[in-house]
């Protein structure tokens, strides 16, 4: 028996080549993208890592001084510093060594400085006189100027014992000032025309007014007493007794957080709204602070330092307990002062200066500040909150990731919670029960509902669907307990239709109609019974959480209902038709077979969706605000990388 066999022979040497050329191409293109991920990955770590370097400190340029008396004020701009002596000798001094500027020499010689809470101006008492000046820096060159003219100015109730001084705007200064007729308050302008308020009180140990001259701190003994200035008037807000006296009052920057060091340390104080207005409340004391002999503080961020007579420099900053850097420097300090940036910090001793760098760019930033609850200027407890910018200068940043973790765990599990049984239902319905042509249309239409682009979807959330809800409240809560309702009577009902009603797969076209009336009927009726929602539930804050949990699960339908589907119609159709033939009717075959056989793929589906709804980004941020709340409301999962707002 002859067999016809055609030999074949196939030697294509350039189909080969492309061959090998495809291969190494696609294995150089996943190798690449696997190095761009780790690339990535090292990128971010080299990102966020100074954010955790602990602070330093370096030895900067020490320079000889010509003026040896001792400094009644001494300022540092990061280029030049300046000191006012005892002997009234004003001198801008550059800190790389160069020459120093031409003294001026201020007659008569002052007996105390003090500064504004901006730093920018300092008042002069001359013998009871007063006199402003300003160390200022036009075009490069550094200048002393007199705001209100180069002769001191005396005040009508006599010579100055002690004073304080607040820049109101430019042309604007407010001082108040301890006299032997008690103390006053004067508001002046460019002309030297003063407004006077006087206070009913006739000695003060410290005087202390606030960046905005709006508070003005006064203490006796241990009684510290705050004086509100306003429309012309000072009213006594509130008195405090404090546990010792104090030996210093200092403002941080923004304002409000006041420090005030005593024999126990230094405490910091912040008021907190209640039912008779704003009072001052004792927040911390911070550890290893005793002792210290004078408090720095910086001009543009809400960190101090201290030191004492051994030279022991310590730095703080507001959110931590204690100090975030603690060094040991020659002793002898007499004063020290921060540059506006707080990268340096200038240092005096008798006859010379040290400049110190100061390796300190983010003083808030710590592992506790990021998980644990801090305490924030004003607020009435501590909590977690994030708000990392706002429109005002003296905000304080707030960096705990608990509100977004929170949140976007409470937004992704809500959102599956509403799409989970659309999704599974419809995808069970689909595979196992709709006939062949209806299915052929029902399931690219689903799956077409997944390219709706999220900005859409959160557009339509924010503008369309949020208005809804708040109006119709009470129905959107009450309508998975009237459609599920309804499905069951439909169960019940569909065993009494004609037969040419109860043809397999063709339900859903009775059901829909039925479902979607019942979906109006919900949403309008209480809207006739009531205008107002809030009117039955006024304390129910979560409607951020339920527009953004519905339109999130809306995007994730499609994901879940394709993959679980195709999970569904993957099990082999022997299996089910072997259930079917032994007797079972097509729920339990699909309820005992088919679904544990696609038990893998659905779970994946699930979880596939649920990292779909941690990852949204701008549904989230459109439906909901982008307001971070660990608790009665939302917080965005990727607000990292986005604006807070309030």
């Keep these: 028996m002859s067999v016809n066999h055609i030999p074949v022979q196939f030697?294509?040497?350039?189909?080969?080549?492309?061959?090998?050329?495809?291969?190494?191409?696609?294995?150089?293109?996943?190798?690449?993208?696997?190095?761009?991920?780790?690339?990535?990955?090292?990128?971010?770590?080299?990102?966020?890592?100074?954010?955790?370097?602990?602070?330093?400190?370096?030895?900067?340029?020490?320079?000889?001084?010509?003026?040896?008396?001792?400094a009644l004020a001494?300022?540092?701009?990061?280029?030049?510093?300046?000191?006012?002596?005892?002997?009234?000798?004003?001198?801008?001094?550059?800190?790389n060594g160069q020459p120093a500027e031409q003294a001026l020499t201020l007659t008569p010689a002052p007996q105390q400085v003090?500064?504004?809470?901006?730093?920018?101006?300092?008042?002069?008492?001359?013998?009871?006189?007063?006199?402003?000046?300003?160390?200022?820096?036009?075009?490069?060159?550094?200048?002393?100027?007199?705001?209100?003219?180069?002769?001191?100015?005396?005040?009508?109730?006599?010579?100055?014992?002690?004073?304080?001084?607040?820049?109101?705007?430019?042309?604007?200064?407010?001082?108040?000032?301890?006299?032997?007729?008690?103390?006053?308050?004067?508001?002046l302008g460019t002309n030297r025309q003063a407004a006077t308020i006087s206070l009913p009180q006739q000695q003060s140990d410290h005087l202390l007014f606030s960046p905005q001259g709006d508070l003005l701190y006064t203490s006796q003994g241990n009684v510290l007493r705050v004086w509100q200035i306003d429309n012309g008037r000072a009213l006594l807000r509130e008195t405090q007794t404090l546990p010792h006296p104090p030996q210093s009052l200092n403002m941080l920057s923004g304002g409000r957080t006041l420090l005030i060091q005593d024999e126990a340390g230094i405490t910091q104080w912040f008021s907190i709204a209640g039912n008779q207005g704003p009072r001052l409340q004792r927040i911390r004391t911070f550890e290893h602070s005793t002792g210290a002999q004078k408090v720095i503080?910086?001009?543009?961020?809400?960190?101090?330092?201290?030191?004492?007579?051994?030279?022991?420099?310590?730095?703080?900053?507001?959110?931590?307990?204690?100090?975030?850097?603690?060094?040991?420097?020659?002793?002898?300090?007499?004063?020290?002062?921060?540059?506006?940036?707080?990268?340096?910090?200038?240092?005096?001793?008798?006859?010379?200066?040290?400049?110190?760098?100061?390796n300190n760019p983010w003083p808030d930033v710590s592992w506790r500040s990021f998980w644990q609850k801090i305490w924030y200027e004003n607020y009435p407890?501590?909590?977690?909150?994030?708000?990392?910018?706002?429109?005002?200068?003296?905000?304080?940043?707030?960096?705990?990731l608990m509100p977004m973790v929170i949140g976007t765990l409470k937004a992704a599990s809500l959102a599956l919670l509403f799409a989970t049984p659309l999704a599974l239902a419809a995808a069970m319905y689909t595979a196992w029960f709709m006939a062949p042509g209806l299915r052929r249309w029902v399931k690219p239409a689903i799956e077409m509902m997944g390219a709706l682009p999220s900005v859409v979807v959160g557009l339509i959330a924010g503008l369309w669907l949020a208005p809804h809800i708040s109006q119709a409240l009470i129905g959107v809560l009450l309508l998975p307990l009237t459609l599920a309702g309804s499905l069951l009577l439909c169960g019940v009902m569909s065993a009494r239709l004609p037969p040419r009603w109860r043809q397999p797969g063709r339900e859903v076209l009775l059901l829909l109609p039925i479902l979607l009336g019942v979906t109006l009927l919900t949403l309008w009726l209480p809207g006739v019974m009531m205008r107002d929602a809030g009117d039955w539930m006024p304390h129910y804050e979560q409607r951020n959480l339920l527009v953004a949990a519905l339109a999130m699960g809306f995007a994730l339908v499609p994901l879940i209902f394709t993959l679980a589907e195709d999970a569904l119609f993957s099990v082999?159709?022997?299996?089910?038709?072997?259930?079917l033939a032994l007797g079972a009717t097509p729920w339990q075959t699909l309820t005992r077979v088919i679904l544990p056989g696609a038990s893998a793929g659905i779970f994946a589906a699930l979880m596939i969706g649920f990292g779909r709804a941690v990852g949204e980004t701008m549904i989230l941020l459109m439906a909901t605000g982008n307001t971070p709340q660990s608790e009665g409301g939302y917080s965005a999962a990727c607000a990292l990388c986005q604006p807070t707002l309030r």
């Excluded at 730093?119 to 036009?138: D, E, F, K, V």
């Excluded at 082999?572 to 259930?579: D, F, N, V």
């Design 11 to 70: 030697n294509d040497r350039r189909r080969r080549a492309t061959d090998r050329l495809t291969r190494r191409l696609v294995t150089a293109c996943g190798i690449a993208i696997l190095l761009l991920m780790l690339l990535l990955f090292f990128w971010l770590i080299w990102v966020v890592l100074p954010l955790f370097i602990a602070p330093g400190v370096q030895s900067g340029y020490s320079q000889q001084l010509w003026d040896r008396s001792a």
């Design 297 to 358: 503080t910086e001009p543009q961020r809400r960190v101090f330092a201290t030191f004492n007579e051994k030279g022991m420099l310590k730095l703080f900053a507001s959110k931590q307990d204690g100090p975030i850097l603690q060094r040991q420097l020659a002793p002898g300090i007499l004063d020290a002062q921060f540059s506006p940036r707080g990268d340096s910090l200038l240092i005096e001793r008798q006859g010379s200066w040290q400049t110190l760098i100061l």
């Design 381 to 400: 407890k501590a909590d977690w909150v994030w708000q990392s910018t706002t429109a005002g200068d003296s905000y304080q940043a707030k960096f705990s």
């Design 114 to 187: 003090v500064r504004s809470a901006d730093q920018q101006t300092l008042l002069l008492n001359m013998q009871g006189a007063l006199m402003l000046l300003q160390p200022t820096q036009q075009q490069g060159e550094a200048q002393w100027r007199f705001p209100l003219g180069d002769q001191p100015f005396r005040l009508p109730q006599g010579k100055v014992a002690k004073m304080a001084l607040a820049t109101l705007n430019a042309g604007q200064w407010r001082i108040a000032a301890l006299t032997e007729k008690g103390l006053s308050i004067l508001t």
């Design 74 to 95: 001494v300022g540092n701009d990061g280029v030049n510093g300046w000191r006012i002596s005892s002997r009234g000798v004003a001198r801008f001094i550059p800190l």
């Design 572 to 579: 082999p159709g022997l299996l089910g038709q072997g259930s």
